[in-house]
Structure formats: structure tokens, C-alpha cells
């Protein structure tokens, strides 16, 4: 194959052996997936931790309950028994998939043969999964180098993804689970985090709906503020408990983020511009930042020069002539950004922080003038990631099982 042509299919997964499943999204995607391999005569087991998964049949589940210290021994005695090639899970950040990530290492070092897959949400939003060899988001093995793409060929158009619905009435099995794992104490990950909810996050997840609507109507007036063409940057704000901050930032919290980008704007002494502070969805019955904004905006002396806001669509701010750039640590936001040629400012590692991509100045220089993207670069980047780790898919809807998994007829 030609090496300045991009490779085909690499999110396409060859199967030749065994297969082991870890912790999966909250919901039966795991399941679906384990069972539609073993009627393609493909042996699949799931570790059944505390936090239970619903859905696998009872010759697939091996049980784990003791504490993590000891998994490495049982996840290489696992690999040694049921003769697994490879593992399948769902993020890299618990404390099981760290341990089967390093594990496996000092195996393929040792010449065995297994993989480490990790599925992830889209690098590409909507309608898109990530599926990643090792290792995911900040963490990524995709090229952060401007000449590896500039030497790809060419693209004239991009790939747009299609919508099945599919089955949705399994979206009923996240709310069991997510309520079961809630009420289930067991550590699999080292700070607050969504996969090991508490009891207190039914409360956060109900007064998040009921927060959506709220917002919706006191917000209005704000909206219409937002688009009475004067320039604005627009500040994506993440998950406060998101591994992308906790660990792929220099970031303490969320907080501290929005004193930052308040302190290097305040900097750069610009006069028109505003700053749109947008809250993450998935955050909204989490936290609010409202006192915290007032706070900074209240020590850098900048009031009426920035502006809170949850509900928004992002794609909808970032059509607006008026939208001069988009500040974010590491967000899928920020390829919506380069997308719609805004300038973008990543402070942290994300895949798409590179020369040529997003704005490589201080924050403050960024905010006098930013530097937009190369559109023809972000093309090639575009389609590299597309074909390397999307799949155009949904957990809880339709998934293209059989275009994605390619079984090896020689086992």
C-alpha cells in the first residue's frame, strides 16, 4: 500500500481467538456484543465484577469480587486458561483496565499474542463510537503531527454519518443499572466518576432533567443577547468528574479552569469580544458554575464582559460570524470547531492539538488573534480518525456488529 494513502478499515477488528470482556457502557451494549460472537462460534466470557452487567448467559460469566490488588493474578490466570486473545472494555481509566492494559503489555512484550480494545464515545459527534487499540482520548495513539497528515492524500469530501434508531427501548436497562451500581459499594476507579455512581447522583439526575426545561425558559433572554453580533469566544466546559480534566489536564478543577481563561482575558485587554462560558450537558444536575463565574469575573473586574449558558446548541453558536474562536480543555467541541473553521485553543493533549489544527500561542495571544485552522489539513485529519476509530453506531441502538468484526474462519 502506498504510505501517503490513508489506511482503510482500521477501526475493523480481526478476531482470532478467544475473547474477554471487562466493564462495559452502562446498559447491555456489552452483552449484545458477546453474544452475537459466540454465534459466530467465537468462545466469550465477561468478568462479573460487584457492579453487575446485564444480559450475558451463565457459561459466559466469571466471577470477581476481592479486591483489586489481586486482579492482575486473576485476569493472567483467566488469560492463561480460557486461552484469551483478546480483551474488550469500556474506557481506560478504571482500575481493571489499567491493570489489563499494563498487563497485556508485558505480554505482547513477551511475544503472546492478545489485544486491548477500548471502546469509547465519539471522537465524532453524533451517531459515532470509538473503538481504539490500548489506549483512548488523551492517551490516544493517533498522530499529533502536522506532517504525518500533510503527507496523506487529499480529500474532496467528507464522510457524513448515517442515523438507524435501532432498538431504543434499551436504553431502559442504563436507568436499572445505573440505579444498581449506585446502590452497589465496590472501587473500581479512584475518584467520583459516573461508572461508580452514588446514591446522591438519582438526585443529580433527576434535578438535571428538571433543570433542562428550567433553563430553557429563564435562558431566553441570554440567547438573544448571545446573538446580537458582537464577537464572543466561546469556553466549552467538561464533566467536572471527566478523566480529560481529572487526569489529561494541569487542571485541579473546573473552577480553576474558568479562573484561567477569565485571568488570560482580562490579559489581553481586548474591548469588544465577550467570553460564552457553555456548561456540559451531562454536568447540569451536577453542578452549576454560576457563583464561581461571578467570582472570577468579579476579582479580574470584567463584568458584563462574560456570560453563562447551558442548553444552547454548540453547532448553532459556532455558525455565528460573531463566534471569533472556542477555548476548551478536551472536548469532541473542539472538532465541531475546526469543522466550521473556527480557531480553536486546547489546553491540554487532546488528538487534535497539533500545529496546523488548533492555535499553538499563549492563551492571551490567543484571544488578541487567533489562529485559525488549516481546512485542508483538518480534512485529512478528518477522514484519518473516521477510518481508524469510528464506527457509525450506538450503544443502545443499532451497531454494525458484522462490519466491524471480522472473524478469522481458520480458528
Known sequence: MNKNKIKQLGRIK????PVLFLMGPIGTYFSRLCNYLEKENIKSYKV????????FKKHQRIHFNHDMKYFKDFLLKVIE???????????????????????????R???????????????????????????????????KDRIYYEKLASINKLPKATYKVGIRYRKIWKGITFVMHAFTKYKIIDYNHKLQPKPIYLYYQVLGLIRKYYYAIKEINIKREIFNGLPFYLVVLQVSTDSQLTEGSEFNSVEDFI?????????????????IFKHHPRDRGYNNYKDAIRKSVNKHNLEEKVIYLHDTKIATLLRQKSCKGSVMINSSVGIQSLFHNIPVKALSNAIYNFDGLTDQSKLVNFFKKPLGPDQELFKKFFVYIHQETQINGNFDGFFPFKEVFNIDKKI
Open 14 to 17: 480481526t478476531i482470532n481467538g
Open 48 to 55: 462479573v465484577f460487584p457492579l453487575k452487567e446485564f444480559g
Open 81 to 107: 486458561e480460557r486461552k484469551i486473545r483478546h480483551i474488550f472494555m469500556y474506557g481506560d481509566i478504571l482500575i481493571p483496565h489499567k491493570i489489563a492494559i499494563e498487563t497485556c503489555n508485558a505480554l
Open 109 to 143: 512484550n513477551r511475544g503472546i499474542d492478545i489485544t486491548t480494545d477500548i471502546f469509547e464515545l465519539g471522537y465524532l459527534r453524533p451517531n459515532y463510537v470509538t473503538l481504539e487499540s490500548n489506549n483512548v482520548n488523551f492517551k490516544s495513539n493517533l498522530p
Open 259 to 275: 479562573d484561567y481563561v477569565i485571568q488570560e482575558f482580562k490579559k489581553s485587554k481586548i474591548s469588544k469580544h465577550r467570553l
